[in-house]
């Protein structure tokens, strides 16, 4: 008797794909600059499962104390993994360092621990999950306060 094999109807890659999608629409994308509203159904799944789902995440926006520090990461790509662990290269150098998250809604929290990342070692708000439906560019802006501002850029997420 032949056996017949069914080919699955959905690969692990459309399903997370479909679950990015479905978490980058689900979250407001407004640049109304009203901090207490871009991400009013957010949750830690949501956050976790883009940053997770792509590969080299770079610095887009980085200030402390309202004073621009993003030329000094340029070039360095930073790769969150399941595990809550980040990995973080540049040149020929690698960092590893954890990420942790709680929270919801507009109150989600996340914390960086990268050794020597001084600027960016914190716990830092969620404050937008934005996503470019005319391209691959994905952006994840986090902030403390008024005068701290981290966002995280990929354009080749897909």
């Known amino acids: 008797m032949k056996s017949h094999f069914i ?6 890659k459309i399903l997370l794909f479909a679950l ?10 407004d640049d ?19 940053l997770t789902a792509c590969s080299d995440w770079y610095i887009e926006d980085l200030e402390r104390n309202n004073i621009d520090l993003e030329s000094n990461y340029v070039g360095y790509l930073f790769n969150f993994s399941a595990d809550n662990t980040v990995s973080v290269t540049w040149d020929e150098n690698t960092a590893n360092g954890t990420w942790t998250t709680s929270g919801t809604g507009n109150n989600i929290n996340v914390t960086f621990n ?8 914190a716990t830092w ?32 997420c897909n």
Do not use: A, M
Request: glycine share 2%.
């Open 7 to 12: 080919k699955p109807l959905f690969t692990s």
């Open 20 to 29: 990015l999608v479905f978490s980058l629409l689900s979250c407001s994308n």
């Open 32 to 50: 109304d600059d009203d901090h207490n509203d871009d991400c009013n159904t957010c949750t830690t799944e949501q956050l976790e499962t883009i």
């Open 114 to 121: 990268i050794p020597d990342f001084d600027d960016i070692n």
């Open 125 to 156: 708000i969620l404050d937008e999950l934005d996503n470019d439906d005319n391209d691959y560019d994905v952006e994840v802006s986090f902030e403390i306060g008024t005068t701290d501002d981290l966002e995280f850029k990929n354009n080749t």
